[in-house]
C-alpha cells in the first residue's frame, strides 16, 4: 500500500477509537445498558473477527489494526452489556434508584 495515503487509514481508525470510549467507559463505570442493542454487539464482534482474518491474510495494517481494536471494543461492550442486562442508570432511565430497582427487577422477570 501506498505509505503516503496510509495515514488516511489510521486517522480514521482513531476516530474509530475516539466513538468507541465514551459507550465503553459509560458502560463500565455506570453498569447502564440503556440503550445497548446485546444482539447487535453481539453480531459486530462475529462481523469483526471474520474482517479481523481477513485483513490479516490481506495483511492490511490499517485494516488489521482497526479490526482488531473493533473486535476488542465490540465484544468488550457485549459482555458487559450482558453482564449488566436490563440495569439502566437514571441519566437514561430518568427515574429515582426506587424505581429503578423496580425497573430492573421487572426486566429480569422478563427474561
Known amino acids: 500500500m ?3 495515503i496510509q495515514w488516511l487509514g489510521f486517522a480514521g481508525m482513531s476516530l474509530v477509537v475516539v466513538a468507541y470510549v465514551p459507550q465503553i467507559v ?3 463505570r455506570a453498569r447502564c445498558t440503556g440503550g445497548v442493542s446485546t444482539w447487535a454487539y453481539l453480531v459486530w464482534s462475529v462481523s469483526g473477527a471474520l ?6 491474510t490481506a495483511r492490511d495494517p490499517v485494516f488489521i ?3 482488531a481494536y ?3 471494543a465490540t ?3 457485549y459482555l458487559f452489556s450482558k453482564r449488566h442486562q436490563g ?3 437514571n441519566v ?3 427515574t429515582s434508584q426506587s424505581h429503578r430497582t423496580e425497573t430492573v427487577a421487572m426486566e429480569r422477570m422478563r427474561g
Not at 474482517?51 to 490479516?56: P, W
Open 92 to 94: 437514561h432511565c430518568g
Open 65 to 67: 489494526s482497526l479490526q
Open 75 to 77: 465484544t468488550s461492550i
Open 87 to 89: 440495569e439502566p442508570c
Open 51 to 56: 474482517l479481523l482474518a481477513y485483513a490479516i
Open 2 to 4: 501506498n505509505g503516503s
Open 26 to 28: 459509560h458502560l463500565v
Open 70 to 72: 473493533q473486535l476488542v
